[in-house]
């Protein structure tokens, strides 16, 4: 049964190019949230994705976008780079069971972004 | 906008002896706590998790109690040992599991 995975695991870019980072979530879990984590700081939340839709989003400006696929994998997209931008970035995934409450995320192992 | 304050940042312990880590959360409608431990390196993983309709929780030597009226709480670790070492994050998700936030991080040192 394989867990999170991300891809790539590093990516070197320069200031205002555009990047794409990839998940595909645990075996049976439908829903994605993306994090990012700058160095020595905890995980913030940039948004979830379920049923092809983002339902929820923290306070990231448009630049960051994301995308869901029928079979629950995840795109994020960082438009415009900047400096700031540079940090590791994170997908977990979970099971929706529908109670309204949260349920335990898995994390994939996350993708190392440089911005030059 | 939501926030959840964790204490202390950095907490160094003799082997054997306990730790207990505390965090604060401003969003009343949180009803799921989840702590993470996070190695260098590594991706956070789950060690344990507490509901809002619950007011304690034990896992073998961790133990996470949850105080709603004040949004405060707390991991305990009892007979810390060197592997317990690592970087632990508590986080709140917001009532429809939409959003979880984080708190800062405490770094743990167990000293032999």
């Known amino acids: 049964d394989a867990g999170v995975t991300q891809s790539p695991t590093h990516l070197i870019k320069t200031r205002g190019q555009q990047v794409t980072l990839r998940c595909s979530p645990k075996?049976?879990?439908?829903?994605v949230s993306w994090y990012q984590q700058a160095l020595g700081q905890g995980p913030q939340f940039i948004f979830q994705?379920?049923?092809?839709?983002?339902?929820q989003r923290g306070n990231f400006p448009d630049r960051f976008s994301g995308h869901q696929f029928p079979n629950y994998s995840s795109e994020l997209n960082v438009n415009a780079l900047l400096l700031g931008d540079s940090a590791l970035y994170l997908c977990?995934?979970?099971?929706?069971?529908?109670?309204?409450?949260?349920?335990?995320?898995?994390f994939g192992p996350g993708t190392r972004l440089t911005v030059l | 906008g939501e926030n959840v304050e964790q204490h202390p940042s950095t907490l160094s312990v003799q082997e054997g002896d306990s730790a207990v880590i505390k965090c604060t959360y401003s969003?009343?409608?949180?009803?799921?706590f989840p702590w993470y431990k996070q190695e260098l390196g590594k991706r956070p993983q789950l060690i344990i998790d507490?509901?809002?309709?619950?007011g304690e929780k034990k896992d073998q030597r961790i133990a996470v109690t949850l105080n709603k009226t004040a949004k405060h709480f707390s991991l305990h670790i009892t007979e810390t040992q060197p592997e317990d070492s690592a970087v632990y994050f508590c986080?709140?998700?917001?009532?429809?599991?939409?959003?979880?936030?984080f708190g800062a991080g405490t770094r743990l040192f167990v000293k032999a």
């Open positions: 977990a995934s979970s099971l929706e069971t529908g109670g309204w409450m949260g349920n335990e995320q898995f």
């Open positions: 075996s049976g879990h439908d829903t």
């Open positions: 994705y379920y049923e092809e839709e983002e339902r």
């Open positions: 969003d009343s409608a949180s009803n799921y």
């Open positions: 507490i509901r809002s309709n619950v």
């Open positions: 986080a709140a998700t917001s009532w429809g599991g939409f959003k979880t936030i």
